[in-house]
């Protein structure tokens, strides 16, 4: 009986060793990125990210968001840019056309 025991205590153990492991990959993400006050630049344009994979970025000056059509590109006059507003849950072209970027 002692025996049947240990074996589901050791069973036991190391399926909450296996839940620790695989919360521990979503946990360091989180960690890793910033918080909203935070500066986190897009590497192409330096506009400021507003999620992890920075695929939408924040145009300076405005309330713009811009999603980024070819996230994958790198040269800065190739990358095109989607920008619209959100004003009152009514979204609208972005009167202010990005610096960098070609604007779709």
């Known amino acids: 009986m002692t025996e049947r025991r240990f074996g589901i205590r050791i069973i036991g153990s ?6 620790a492991l695989a919360l521990l ?15 986190s630049r897009d590497d192409v344009t ?25 996230p994958w590109e790198r040269n800065v006059r190739k990358l095109r840019l989607k920008c619209v507003v959100v004003s009152f849950g009514k979204v609208s072209e972005c009167p202010v056309k990005p610096k960098y970027g070609i604007a779709e």
Request: one cysteine or more.
């Open 25 to 39: 990959p979503a946990s360091a993400v989180a960690q890793s990125w910033p918080d909203r006050n935070s500066n």
């Open 14 to 19: 190391l399926g909450i060793a296996m839940l």
């Open 46 to 70: 330096g506009y400021l990210c507003t999620d992890p994979s920075c695929t939408t970025l924040r145009l300076p000056h405005s309330k713009c968001l811009c999603q980024k059509q070819n």
